[in-house]
């Protein structure tokens, strides 16, 4: 069987279909260039937003032309939006569909594919208690060669107002220590160089014996990896510890993702972040203190009910004052099951879009600046993808894209790059080594 997936989404939706294809790899059905050419086509769909839920049910439409054409062609969907959705739902919508599968349970998607196959009936499994660590580290097809998502822990404790999360992943379930590591150790046995480890606010992370800050120190110590990211963490979980491990791991690379979602008191209240804008910027300055060169990343809503002119200002002064690496906007969009969806979606879409555009052009004009002024100087670029013939990308220990002429044989290599130009988004460069490989491999740091 060929099969072809298609993830709408944030890093763990992407995990979760690396994990469908290797399991599906696994038991011999072969990947398909595009959803023309497959057998069975999964759709794996975030549901932050109803934009993202949407994107299932348009793709699903999409699909369903082809199964017209094709009555063997078997559609499975999964991810948050199934989970949110619930069965019943879902199958009224799109009674086509042959596989449902929750955010818990994708190691049974090949027994589902199976059993719909042979019984021409739906197979359904959202089982929200099942265990989704269950699958073999060695089963999952990592969709890159260089950097490995490693999934550390599931599901959210915290009840922030406008968050389906909790809803859709449930509460959270870590993965004990001990497996992590095993698994890091695992893909540096197969040559991956970096890894990120997942968790919805993965600076919570806690197995009984080993707090975040530990397990960083425990992987990082695993030979032979280059680099060590993490993501998402949530203010409320920034310690002194995870502090000092980025300050002293010599491979966790100096880059957090931190939302912050609001600079208004009354909107952080209202939206149950649990902290205020004070609290967030004394976390930046103990972060800035303790790691000079610390690149820092949010996401911001606007529109969320209730949010004034003054409210909005108080965000746009909020990111000036931190001055983030990059930001992600999103207008507010009220979720099911949430508890903000019971206050009045009051800040009209237009305004919304509005603030949305206010913040991403001083964002882009402050990104562009910062990067020109990066121009000339030296960075460390790991090659993680190529991008045309004899074209190269890759990330700096601070994450930021840099784009450069190079063989294809550099992907994976660590090499010294001089920037010689920049735009808001992304750097290029040189690779400076590029005639020393042995050399350039044997760069200690990031
Ligand atoms: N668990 C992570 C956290 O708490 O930061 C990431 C959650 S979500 C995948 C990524 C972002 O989507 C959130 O940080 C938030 O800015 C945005 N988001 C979540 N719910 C939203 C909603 N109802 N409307 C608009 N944006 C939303």
């Not at 069987?1 to 059905?29: P, R, W, Y």
């Not at 949407?54 to 499975?76: M, N, S, V």
């Not at 690379?253 to 008191?265: E, W």
């Amino acid at each position: 069987m060929k099969f072809f997936i298609e993830t709408f989404g944030c890093q763990m939706n992407v995990n979760d279909s690396e994990k469908v294809a290797g399991l599906l790899q696994a038991e011999g059905h072969e990947p398909a260039r595009e959803a023309a050419d497959a057998d069975f086509v999964f759709v794996n769909t975030c549901a932050v937003r109803e934009k993202a839920s949407e994107k299932l049910f348009h793709t699903l439409g999409r699909l369903k032309q082809l199964k017209r054409a094709r009555p063997d062609l078997l559609i499975g969907a999964g991810g948050c939006v199934t989970q949110l959705t619930g069965a019943p739902s879902l199958l009224a919508r799109a009674p086509y569909v042959d596989v449902v599968v929750g955010t818990r349970n994708v190691a049974r998607i090949p027994e589902l594919v199976r059993q719909a196959r042979e019984t021409s009936a739906p197979a359904v499994d959202l089982d929200r208690k099942a265990d989704s660590f269950a699958i073999p580290a060695s089963a999952v097809a990592h969709a890159s060669a260089v950097r490995a998502y490693v999934t550390v822990m599931e599901g959210c404790n915290h009840v922030c107002s406008f968050c389906v999360v909790p809803r859709t992943r449930g509460t959270e379930v870590c993965r004990p220590a001990d497996d992590v590591v095993a698994e890091v150790q695992s893909l540096v046995g197969r040559g991956y160089r970096e890894v990120m480890l997942l968790g919805q606010t993965v600076n919570a992370y806690q197995d009984g014996a080993t707090d975040f800050a530990a397990l960083l120190r425990r992987v990082d110590a695993v030979p032979g990896l280059t680099r060590l990211r993490f993501t998402t963490s949530h203010p409320e979980h920034v310690t002194d510890r995870l502090a000092d491990a980025l300050r002293d791991l010599p491979r966790v690379c100096p880059y957090l993702h931190l939302p912050v979602q609001s600079g208004s008191d009354r909107v952080l209240a209202s939206m149950r972040r649990g902290y205020t804008r004070g609290q967030y910027l004394e976390i930046v300055a103990l972060l800035r203190g303790r790691v000079g060169d610390l690149a820092l990343s949010s996401d911001v809503i606007v529109g969320y009910p209730g949010e004034t002119e003054e409210d909005f200002q108080a965000t746009v002064e909020l990111v000036e004052a931190v001055g983030f690496e990059g930001l992600f906007v999103f207008t507010y969009s009220p979720r099911p099951g949430t508890t903000a969806v019971r206050l009045p979606d009051d800040v009209p879409e237009a305004e919304k879009s509005r603030r949305l555009q206010v913040l991403n052009q001083a964002q882009q004009r402050r990104q562009g600046l910062r990067n020109r002024a990066r121009v000339g100087e030296r960075d460390h670029v790991l090659i993680d993808t190529v991008t045309g013939p004899g074209r190269l990308s890759g990330r700096t220990p601070h994450f930021r894209i840099a784009h450069l002429d190079g063989p294809e044989s550099w992907l994976g290599q660590l090499l010294e790059v001089e920037i010689t130009g920049a735009g808001p988004n992304s750097l290029t460069g040189r690779g400076l080594a590029s005639n020393s490989l042995t050399s350039v491999s044997t760069v200690p740091i990031f």
